[in-house]
DNA sequence: TTGAAAGCGCTAACAA
DNA sequence: TTGTTAGCGCTTTCAA
């Protein structure tokens, strides 16, 4: 028995017959064999990993991180994973990865510049999720956020409100979009007079001090309904917002935005647009996959629709319209 | 110039003249020349590559990660991440990190039978941090969470309670230790007869439904003080508490347990026991690197203690001593 | 279908 | 201090 022979089997390439298969397959089983991974990618020219770099306090990034590793797994490649901690800048977690040889870099919402982003696209592919990357080398998948934000005011004006805020995530990724979205749906229903933009942010933190400005609006000027940047900073929000008194969703309503674990919490119970991140994933992989294959490539962007998902934040405004008329 | 003399500029190493160091050093700048990992790996028997398994959605593993990477870097050692997700168990992700050649496992929280840590262990060095592993093959780098919970009931006991209710981790590592350490404090204090154990779990949900429970207890016979499995569990109960229209901590007073970046949030504020991610991650890290160069070691298990942080959670019980007798 | 031989990019041992 | 040589564990020709 060759090892070129052996090579073949265990690759399970064509080109060895049964008997050898078995005998060989049995033999590894025995000696307890596992391949090298870095003897066959240094051959190979060909490793079938691709890098991934990740927050590691985001919990949507993790949502995500779920995703890719079922995605990859179907077609079977591998990941490695770079987390971006407080101490360890997005272009450390790049660097390592390149290291590691990697064929394709996945980046979830990356805060790096586009000039950058550009110059590694040069290197290697570079697939960027959740952050519109305006780059013709650079792919992006990533959610329709301003459709999410419009689906958030429809689903609000529909419950009857018209004093509408949105609590906005500064420059976090998305968030411009978002931004964009809400004053869209306000102007679609005529409500442009009352937008309100209210500074926030990604973390609850943001939320709770966003909150605590509208809770310092007088009753008859504040509005009846907010939506918030993400999840995360709409559960400052809620907290906030009862502490002071006000019931949600009796007095007020929350949307937030992700789906994420929180959202779903029992005691959260969070009406939010929900992100695909089963196929954002699936597609961030294929894309990346394409990319190696030197398969064409129609479209650089891939925008995914959200959904609403309505649980128990939000409601029709207060009957004696609290919200739109001093009492 | 040979490619040996090349590598040990590259390298690092001693055994090149000042000049030559400086001629490879300028060329491999301007040819873009990166090592390639996997083919160093591959001559030098030796990776300087430790693996991490960690759990994607765990906000506290986020914490140790980080400290991990710096741990990591002060030494010069790489981290290869393989994560945890709901569809990806401890093995899958173990089983990558052997076939990337890591030198030692540092296994976060897992969850793993010790028959299956110590198969490992066999292997190569295994690192466990935050859970306790009795097996003289396993090393283990824990917090004393006796100690942490004799802290936490120090501190309610210190404030006037004498009603101190625990809802627990169940079968969460380190959740035994901290109904053990709850026991004692209560016994130690003299309030045996008081011991009271709600189940309860890790996450929000978990504590939502302990803290339901709680509440259904009639004014006089409810505890003063609930010291909390994990603040992630914590926040859960707080947010029924205050739904319930107990004020925390004029009610009743809270303590979780980890000090996460949940706990720090200025909305939640909340009085708990600190682990020290620092230098549980700085051992996990050392630990490893000792047993790859053969160290002696004299302790298999490193238990450091934990610190209370005192927040806006918890105070003195109510005046009227309402959960103590009937009114 | 199988085996022999070459070589991926690097490092280690040795010789010059 | 520098260069030569061999080989890590695998895959890939190519010839048998």
Do not use: K, W
């Amino acid at each position: 028995m060759s090892t070129a022979l052996a090579s073949i089997v265990i690759r399970d390439a064509p080109g060895a017959s049964a008997e050898s298969r078995q005998r060989i397959l049995q033999a590894a089983d025995e000696l307890g064999y596992r391949p090298d991974t870095r003897a066959r990618m240094l051959r190979s020219r060909h490793s079938r990993l691709l890098g991934v770099v990740f927050g590691v306090q985001h919990a949507f990034h993790g949502d995500l991180v779920s995703g890719l590793y079922q995605a990859a797994d179907r077609i079977g490649y591998d990941l490695a994973l770079s987390a971006v901690t407080p101490e360890r800048d997005e272009q450390q977690a790049v660097s390592s990865l390149l290291q590691d040889r990697c064929e394709a870099l996945i980046l979830l919402g990356p805060h790096t510049s586009t000039p950058y982003l550009a110059e590694l696209a040069a290197r290697l592919p570079v697939v960027v999720v959740a952050r519109a990357v305006r780059h013709r080398a650079v792919d992006v998948v990533r959610t329709a956020d301003d459709e999410g934000l419009h689906q958030a005011v429809d689903h609000l004006v529909a419950l009857g409100h018209r004093d509408i805020a949105h609590i906005d995530g500064g420059r976090a990724p998305g968030a411009a979009d978002r931004r964009r979205g809400y004053r869209e749906a306000l102007r679609r229903h005529g409500l442009d007079a009352r937008t309100r933009i209210v500074p926030g942010g990604l973390t609850e933190d943001d939320g709770a001090a966003a909150a605590q400005a509208i809770v310092g609006i007088s009753a008859g000027q504040r509005p009846t309904a907010v939506s918030v940047f993400n999840d995360r900073c709409a559960t400052g929000v809620l907290d906030v917002l009862r502490r002071a008194g006000l019931a949600v969703p009796a007095d007020i309503s929350v949307v937030g935005y992700d789906n994420s674990r929180l959202a779903r919490l029992s005691h959260i119970d969070l009406t939010t647009i929900a992100q695909d991140t089963q196929q954002i994933t699936a597609l961030a992989i294929t894309r990346a996959v394409a990319r190696l294959d030197g398969a064409a490539v129609a479209h650089r962007e891939l925008v995914i629709p959200p959904t609403l998902v309505v649980r128990s934040t939000t409601a029709a405004p207060p009957a004696d319209g609290a919200g739109q008329r001093p009492r």
